[in-house]
């Protein structure tokens, strides 16, 4: 789900390390809405990210 269907861009993962430099696993998750965009001339929901919606690659449905 987490996924923007305009850049791509999805969850990355890396490892979270403490003060104490112990290591594990954690993920970074986008910031991904669903909202209604126009599509191929027609409104339809769509996941989208944050900053696709700010810089105006996706054009929104009233």
Do not use: Q
Request: proline share 3%; hydrophobic share 30%.
């Amino acid at each position: 789900m987490a996924k923007c269907e305009y850049c791509g861009k999805s969850v990355s993962f890396g490892i979270k390390v403490s003060h104490s430099h112990r290591r594990s696993n954690r993920t970074w998750n986008p910031n991904v809405k669903r909202v209604k965009a126009i599509v191929d001339g027609s409104p339809r929901r769509v996941y989208a990210c944050t900053r696709c919606l700010r810089s105006g690659r996706v054009t929104r449905a009233v």
